[in-house]
Each structure stands twice: as C-alpha cells, then as structure tokens.
C-alpha cells in the first residue's frame, strides 16, 4: 500500500514518468486504477480507459480527476496494511 501512496505522491508533484515507471510494477486492482488515473491526468484518455478497465471502474460516468483522486485516496485508506 505504501508504494501506491508514494506513486500517488509522485503523480501529484508533478513527476508523472517516475510515477508511471513505479505503478507498472504492481498488478492489483488499485493500482490499475492509479494508472488510468495518471494516463487521464496525461490526457492518453484512450490508454486511461483500458487501466479503468482493469481495475472494474466505469471510465465514462468518472468524475473529474480532482475527484476521482479523492475517491481513490479514501479507497486507499479503506485497504488493509499488508
């Protein structure tokens, strides 16, 4: 869990290719999530559905990104530590 959060804190400053480099390494539902999310900050909205795929969410009824960043981070903070 720790390493979405510091991929989430990469995605957030700004560094979106050391973020995207670290959540490829990570195959739960989370974290493919965490992907679409960085590829519609990145506007790859064709590549952000396929991760939103992946994780079971519903790409075309999302929120905006600030809010689908929210639900993410309370979805994190919902998950067991390992």
């Given at each position: 869990m720790?390493?979405?959060r510091h991929t989430l804190s990469l995605m957030q400053a700004?560094?979106?290719n050391e973020a995207h480099d670290r959540i490829q390494h990570d195959d739960s539902?989370?974290?493919a999530w965490l992907h679409g999310l960085l590829h519609l900050q990145e506007g790859?909205?064709?590549d952000a559905?396929?991760?939103y795929d992946r994780a079971a969410r519903h790409f075309r009824?999302?929120?905006s990104l600030d809010?689908?960043?929210a639900l993410f981070e309370a979805a994190l903070g919902r998950e067991p530590a390992p």
């Open positions: 720790s390493d979405l700004g560094r979106w539902m989370l974290a790859d909205l064709e559905e396929n991760w009824s999302r929120g809010e689908e960043l």
